[in-house]
C-alpha cells in the first residue's frame, strides 16, 4: 500500500516506525503540547505555516518536474536544486513575516477595542516559535515520515530546530531592521541544505550529519542569545508597552 | 504606570480563535482515525473485497477496463448516487415542510442504531480479526449491544452530556467514512467532486433542497432535524462579548450535503439554548472598525457556536482516507487542503451570515493538493531523500 516502502525495500515493524518518527518529531511534539496546544492562536499559525511550506513545496516541485529524474550519482543538479529551493524559500519567508506584520496591527486594534492588553514581546516570540516549528513540522512529515529510517530522522531532527529556531530570528530580524539576523538566517538555511550534498560521497554522511548539528545547536545559540537580550531589553524599558 | 500592574491581565492569544479548534478537533480526529483505520485494515490488497452500495449500482469497477471506461462508470456511478440523495432530500424536506418531526426523528434514532451496530460491528469484527483479539461472542454482543443503544439516545435525547454526544458523533462520522473509502478509486474521486458541486447547488440556488430546508426552519424558528456536530460553545466574562453569541448562534447554520444512505434526520438539541446567556443584551452600537470585521470575519473575533454537519466529517473523511490508500505524503497534503478549505469556508460564513456548503471549498482544495502531491510532489520528494538531500 505504500509505495515509498518498496523503495527501500525491508519490512518495517510498527515499534520501529514509531521510534523512528519520535526521533525526528519528539522534540517538536513536546513543544507542541507544552507551548502552543495552550494558545488557540499559535495552533492555528502552526497549521498555516505548514500550508505555506507545502504550497512552496508543490510549487518548486511543479518547476522542477520536467528535469527529473535526475541522473544518479551526479550531484551538481542538486547543488542548482537545494540552491533554487532555498531562495524561494526565504522569499515565502519574507511575504509570511510581512503577512504576520498585518495581522499583528489587526490583533493589536482588536486589543484596543476590547480594552486588553496589546500583544506582549512574548507572543510575538511565540506566535514567531509557531510559525517556525509549523515549517518544521512540515519538512520532517514530507522528507521523513513517507521514508521512515533512522537516517531521515537523525537529520530531519536537526531540520526542525533549524526550521523552528530561524524563523524567530528572522521574524526579530526583520522587525528590528538587524542586517546581522536578517542574512544569517539564509546563510544557514543555505548551509544546512549544502551540507546534505555532502552525503553524496561515500561515507560522507559521517561527516556531513555531524556538521549539520553544529550548524542547527549554533542555530539554537544564536536564537537563545537574541530573545534573551530582548526580553532584558524589554524588562530595563520604562515605558508600560512592550515592543 | 506601573508596569507590573499590566502583568496580570491574560493576553488576547490566550483564547483568541478557540471555536475554530474547537471545530478543527473533531474534524482532525476522525480524519485520523480513519487514516488509522485504512492503515491497519487494508495492509494486504489480497483481501480487498468490493464494496456493492448504491454508489456502485450502475457499475463496478475492475482493474481490467481502460481508464475511459473507468472514468465513464465512475460518472455514471456518481450520477446515480447525486439523484439517490436528491431524491431523499427533497423528501426530507417535504417531511418537515408537513411537520412530520416525530417519524423523523424515530427514523434517526434508527439510522444512528444501524449505523453503530452493523458498521461497528463490522469493523470491530475485522479489527479483532486483525489484532487477534481474544473475545468470546456473547461478550462482544453484550458491549456492542450497549455501545449502540448508548449512541442511539447520544443523539436522540438533548439532555445528553455534550462530550458523549460529540464522541458518538465522530464514531458515526468515521464507522460511514471508512465503509465509503472501500469504493473503487476512480468513483471515489468522481463521486466527491459531484458531491461538492451538489451541495454547492443545493444550498446556494434558490430551488436547492437544502435552502429550502434552511428557509423553513428560520421561518419557523425551529431546528434543521439533521446530524450535526455543534461545538462546545464559549463561555466568556465580558459581557459585551456573551451577547453575541447569541447573534452569532443563529447565523451560524453551516449546513452541507446530511443526506446519506444511513445517516437521518435528528432533532437539534435543547440544551443549546438553554445554556444560552442570561443577558441579552442587544449592542445596537456594533460599529464595523475594520479591524473588528475582519477578526470576525475570520472568525476569531466573536465567539458562538459553530456547527458542521456530519456529512462534511464524512466526506472530508473519505477523501483523506482514499489519500492514505496511496502514500502518508498525500494523506498529509490533503489534510492541510481540507483544513484550509475549512478555514475560508468559515471566514465567508462570518462574511456573508447565511448557511454555506462546507463542502465544495475543501474538497476542490483536497482533489487538487491530491493530484499535485501524486504527480509532482512524490517524484521530488523521493528523489531528494533517496540521496539523502534535504532544505
Same mark, same amino acid.
Given at each position: 500500500?505504500?509505495?515509498?516502502?518498496? +523503495?527501500?525495500?525491508?519490512?518495517?515493524?510498527?515499534?520501529?516506525?514509531?521510534?523512528?518518527?519520535?526521533?525526528?518529531?519528539?522534540?517538536?511534539?513536546?513543544?507542541?503540547?507544552?507551548? +502552543?496546544?495552550?494558545?488557540?492562536?499559535?495552533?492555528?499559525?502552526?497549521?498555516?505555516?505548514?500550508?505555506?511550506?507545502?504550497?512552496?513545496? +508543490?510549487?518548486?516541485?511543479?518547476?522542477?518536474?520536467?528535469?527529473?529524474?535526475?541522473?544518479?550519482?551526479?550531484?551538481?543538479?542538486?547543488?542548482?536544486?537545494?540552491?533554487?529551493?532555498?531562495?524561494?524559500?526565504?522569499?515565502?519567508?519574507?511575504?509570511?513575516?510581512?503577512?504576520?506584520?498585518?495581522?499583528?496591527?489587526?490583533?493589536?486594534?482588536?486589543?484596543?477595542?476590547?480594552?486588553?492588553?496589546?500583544?506582549?514581546?512574548?507572543?510575538?516570540?511565540?506566535?514567531?516559535?509557531?510559525?517556525?516549528?509549523?515549517?518544521?513540522?512540515?519538512?520532517?512529515?514530507?522528507?521523513?515520515?513517507?521514508?521512515?529510517?533512522?537516517?531521515?530522522?537523525?537529520?530531519?531532527?536537526?531540520?526542525?530546530?533549524?526550521?523552528?529556531?530561524?524563523?524567530?530570528?528572522?521574524?526579530?530580524?526583520?522587525?528590528?531592521?538587524?542586517?546581522?539576523?536578517?542574512?544569517?538566517?539564509?546563510?544557514?538555511?543555505?548551509?544546512?541544505?549544502?551540507?546534505?550534498?555532502?552525503?553524496?560521497?561515500?561515507?560522507?554522511?559521517?561527516?556531513?550529519?555531524?556538521?549539520?548539528?553544529?550548524?542547527?545547536?549554533?542555530?539554537?545559540?544564536?536564537?537563545?542569545?537574541?530573545?534573551?537580550?530582548?526580553?532584558?531589553?524589554?524588562?530595563?524599558?520604562?515605558?508600560?508597552?512592550?515592543? | 504606570?506601573? /508596569?507590573?500592574?499590566?502583568?496580570?491581565?491574560?493576553?488576547?492569544?490566550?483564547?483568541?480563535?478557540?471555536?475554530?479548534?474547537?471545530?478543527?478537533?473533531?474534524?482532525?480526529?476522525?480524519?485520523?482515525?480513519?487514516?488509522?483505520?485504512?492503515?491497519?485494515?487494508?495492509?494486504? =490488497?489480497?483481501?480487498?473485497?468490493?464494496?456493492?452500495?448504491?454508489?456502485?449500482?450502475?457499475?463496478?469497477?475492475?482493474?481490467?477496463?481502460?481508464?475511459?471506461?473507468?472514468?465513464?462508470?465512475?460518472?455514471?456511478?456518481?450520477?446515480?448516487?447525486?439523484?439517490?440523495?436528491?431524491?431523499?432530500?427533497?423528501?426530507?424536506?417535504?417531511?418537515?415542510?408537513?411537520?412530520?418531526?416525530?417519524?423523523?426523528?424515530?427514523?434517526?434514532?434508527?439510522?444512528?442504531?444501524?449505523?453503530?451496530?452493523?458498521?461497528?460491528?463490522?469493523?470491530?469484527?475485522?479489527?479483532?480479526?486483525?489484532?487477534?483479539?481474544?473475545?468470546?461472542?456473547?461478550?462482544?454482543?453484550?458491549?456492542?449491544?450497549?455501545?449502540?443503544?448508548?449512541?442511539?439516545?447520544?443523539?436522540?435525547?438533548?439532555?445528553?452530556?455534550?462530550?458523549?454526544?460529540?464522541?458518538?458523533?465522530?464514531?458515526?462520522?468515521?464507522?460511514?467514512?471508512?465503509?465509503?473509502?472501500?469504493? =473503487?478509486?476512480?468513483?471515489?474521486?468522481?463521486?466527491?467532486?459531484?458531491?461538492?458541486?451538489? &451541495?454547492?447547488?443545493?444550498?446556494?440556488?434558490?430551488?436547492?433542497?437544502?435552502?429550502?430546508?434552511?428557509?423553513?426552519?428560520?421561518? /419557523?424558528?425551529?431546528?434543521?432535524?439533521?446530524?450535526?456536530?455543534?461545538?462546545? =460553545?464559549?463561555?466568556?466574562?465580558?459581557?459585551?462579548?456573551?451577547?453575541?453569541?447569541?447573534?452569532?448562534?443563529?447565523?451560524?447554520?453551516?449546513?452541507?450535503? &446530511?443526506?446519506?444512505?444511513?445517516?437521518?434526520?435528528?432533532?437539534?438539541?435543547?440544551?443549546?439554548?438553554?445554556?444560552?446567556?442570561?443577558?441579552?443584551?442587544?449592542?445596537?452600537?456594533?460599529?464595523?472598525?475594520?479591524?473588528?470585521?475582519?477578526?470576525?470575519?475570520?472568525?476569531?473575533?466573536?465567539?458562538?457556536?459553530?456547527?458542521?454537519?456530519?456529512?462534511?466529517?464524512?466526506?472530508?473523511?473519505?477523501?483523506?482516507?482514499?489519500?492514505?490508500?496511496? &502514500?502518508?505524503?498525500?494523506?498529509?497534503?490533503?489534510?492541510?487542503?481540507?483544513?484550509?478549505?475549512?478555514?475560508?469556508?468559515?471566514?465567508?460564513?462570518?462574511?456573508?451570515?447565511?448557511?454555506? =456548503?462546507?463542502?465544495?471549498?475543501?474538497?476542490?482544495?483536497?482533489?487538487?493538493?491530491?493530484?499535485?502531491?501524486?504527480?509532482?510532489?512524490?517524484?521530488?520528494?523521493?528523489?531528494?531523500?533517496?540521496?539523502?538531500?534535504?532544505?
Amino acid at each position: 500500500m505504500h509505495r515509498s516502502f518498496e +523503495i527501500i525495500g525491508k519490512v518495517m515493524t510498527v515499534a520501529a516506525g514509531i521510534g523512528y518518527a519520535l526521533l525526528a518529531l519528539g522534540p517538536s511534539l513536546s513543544l507542541f503540547v507544552s507551548v +502552543i496546544s495552550r494558545k488557540p492562536f499559535l495552533i492555528l499559525t502552526l497549521l498555516s505555516s505548514t500550508l505555506v511550506w507545502l504550497v512552496s513545496l +508543490i510549487v518548486l516541485s511543479g518547476l522542477w518536474r520536467p528535469f527529473l529524474p535526475l541522473k544518479a550519482n551526479v550531484w551538481w543538479p542538486y547543488t542548482l536544486l537545494v540552491l533554487s529551493s532555498v531562495c524561494f524559500q526565504e522569499a515565502l519567508r519574507f511575504l509570511f513575516w510581512k503577512l504576520y506584520m498585518r495581522l499583528e496591527d489587526v490583533l493589536d486594534s482588536f486589543a484596543d477595542r476590547i480594552s486588553r492588553p496589546r500583544l506582549f514581546l512574548t507572543d510575538k516570540l511565540q506566535i514567531a516559535l509557531a510559525g517556525g516549528l509549523g515549517h518544521g513540522v512540515a519538512h520532517a512529515v514530507f522528507f521523513c515520515l513517507s521514508l521512515l529510517t533512522p537516517a531521515f530522522a537523525i537529520i530531519a531532527l536537526a531540520f526542525v530546530t533549524i526550521h523552528t529556531f530561524s524563523m524567530v530570528i528572522a521574524f526579530e530580524g526583520y522587525a528590528k531592521g538587524n542586517k546581522v539576523d536578517q542574512v544569517i538566517v539564509p546563510v544557514i538555511h543555505l548551509s544546512a541544505g549544502m551540507l546534505t550534498l555532502v552525503n553524496f560521497a561515500s561515507e560522507g554522511c559521517v561527516i556531513g550529519v555531524p556538521l549539520l548539528y553544529l550548524v542547527a545547536s549554533l542555530t539554537l545559540l544564536h536564537c537563545g542569545k537574541m530573545v534573551w537580550q530582548r526580553l532584558i531589553e524589554s524588562r530595563n524599558q520604562s515605558g508600560p508597552t512592550l515592543r | 504606570m506601573d /508596569r507590573n500592574q499590566q502583568r496580570p491581565r491574560s493576553s488576547i492569544l490566550d483564547s483568541l480563535g478557540e471555536e475554530l479548534i474547537g471545530i478543527l478537533t473533531p474534524v482532525s480526529i476522525c480524519m485520523f482515525t480513519v487514516v488509522l483505520l485504512v492503515c491497519l485494515l487494508n495492509s494486504d =490488497p489480497s483481501s480487498s473485497s468490493s464494496f456493492s452500495s448504491i454508489a456502485t449500482a450502475a457499475y463496478s469497477e475492475t482493474d481490467s477496463d481502460s481508464p475511459w471506461d473507468k472514468l465513464l462508470g465512475a460518472f455514471l456511478n456518481s450520477l446515480v448516487f447525486v439523484a439517490a440523495i436528491t431524491v431523499a432530500t427533497f423528501l426530507l424536506v417535504l417531511l418537515f415542510y408537513l411537520r412530520c418531526v416525530t417519524f423523523l426523528k424515530l427514523y434517526m434514532g434508527f439510522s444512528a442504531l444501524v449505523v453503530l451496530a452493523n458498521l461497528g460491528g463490522e469493523i470491530s469484527i475485522l479489527l479483532i480479526d486483525r489484532f487477534r483479539f481474544p473475545i468470546d461472542s456473547l461478550t462482544f454482543s453484550i458491549l456492542l449491544f450497549n455501545f449502540s443503544v448508548v449512541g442511539v439516545f447520544a443523539v436522540f435525547m438533548s439532555r445528553f452530556s455534550i462530550l458523549i454526544t460529540q464522541g458518538y458523533l465522530v464514531v458515526i462520522g468515521v464507522l460511514v467514512a471508512y465503509f465509503f473509502t472501500m469504493l =473503487p478509486e476512480w468513483t471515489t474521486w468522481v463521486l466527491l467532486v459531484a458531491l461538492a458541486l451538489y &451541495d454547492l447547488a443545493a444550498v446556494l440556488l434558490p430551488v436547492g433542497p437544502l435552502r429550502l430546508l434552511v428557509e423553513m426552519a428560520i421561518s /419557523r424558528d425551529e431546528d434543521i432535524p439533521a446530524l450535526v456536530y455543534e461545538a462546545r =460553545p464559549v463561555i466568556r466574562d465580558d459581557s459585551r462579548l456573551v451577547q453575541r453569541r447569541v447573534w452569532r448562534e443563529q447565523r451560524s447554520n453551516v449546513n452541507d450535503d &446530511d443526506v446519506e444512505n444511513n445517516v437521518v434526520r435528528a432533532e437539534e438539541e435543547e440544551e443549546q439554548r438553554s445554556e444560552e446567556i442570561s443577558v441579552p443584551l442587544i449592542d445596537s452600537s456594533s460599529s464595523s472598525s475594520r479591524p473588528e470585521t475582519f477578526l470576525e470575519g475570520i472568525g476569531l473575533g466573536a465567539s458562538g457556536a459553530i456547527k458542521l454537519g456530519l456529512g462534511d466529517f464524512i466526506f472530508y473523511s473519505v477523501l483523506v482516507g482514499r489519500a492514505a490508500m496511496y &502514500d502518508l505524503m498525500t494523506v498529509y497534503a490533503c489534510y492541510l487542503a481540507i483544513i484550509a478549505g475549512l478555514g475560508v469556508t468559515l471566514m465567508l460564513l462570518s462574511v456573508y451570515q447565511k448557511a454555506l =456548503p462546507a463542502l465544495p471549498v475543501s474538497i476542490m482544495l483536497g482533489v487538487v493538493f491530491y493530484f499535485l502531491a501524486r504527480l509532482f510532489l512524490e517524484v521530488f520528494v523521493v528523489q531528494c531523500s533517496s540521496n539523502l538531500v534535504m532544505f
